[in-house]
């Protein structure tokens, strides 16, 4: 599994509770730009639109060798979901209040483009306050054991 994009502020912003993995519907030249690692995700989300699901906002540049030059790249793309997780989607960010979000873009064993997506809720101030505290915790106990060993 290559990773070609993640987006790190999901797990700040969000409490995500769900992840599925989901396709994702590109060009040739957009495939070639994905391998080139030119690709943006922070800023995307993912809604629905005429009952089906689609990814607003992903940045993927133009391929420099292609001929189709005119491609916008910011243009919305179908995300590829079973009628399952389709339903399981939209459901539970129209009833539960959750949010629909992009984690990460990768390419699976098989060299297909894979999204990784998330269902949740919105961290308030607090909670990201506390992510903080965590996370620097967790940094000074592995300085404070590895002083320890030596």
Known sequence: MKSISINKKANFNYI?????????????????SL???????????????????????C??????NSL???QNPIRIRKILLS??????ITNSANKKGFTVIPIS????????AKMLIGLGKGKKNVDKRQSIKEREWN???????KNKKT
Not at 44 to 49: F, G, Q
């Open 16 to 32: 995500i509770t769900e992840k599925i993995e989901a396709g994702i519907v590109l060009t040739g030249s957009e495939v070639k």
């Open 105 to 112: 873009l990768y390419f699976n064993k098989r060299g297909i």
């Open 139 to 145: 940094i000074n106990k592995q300085r404070l054991m």
């Open 35 to 57: 391998r080139n690692n030119s690709v943006s995700i922070k800023e995307s989300y993912i809604a629905e639109k005429n009952s089906e699901i689609w990814l607003f906002n």
């Open 59 to 64: 940045h993927i540049s133009n391929y420099s």
């Open 68 to 70: 189709d030059s005119e």
């Open 83 to 88: 009628k399952r997780e389709k339903n399981k």
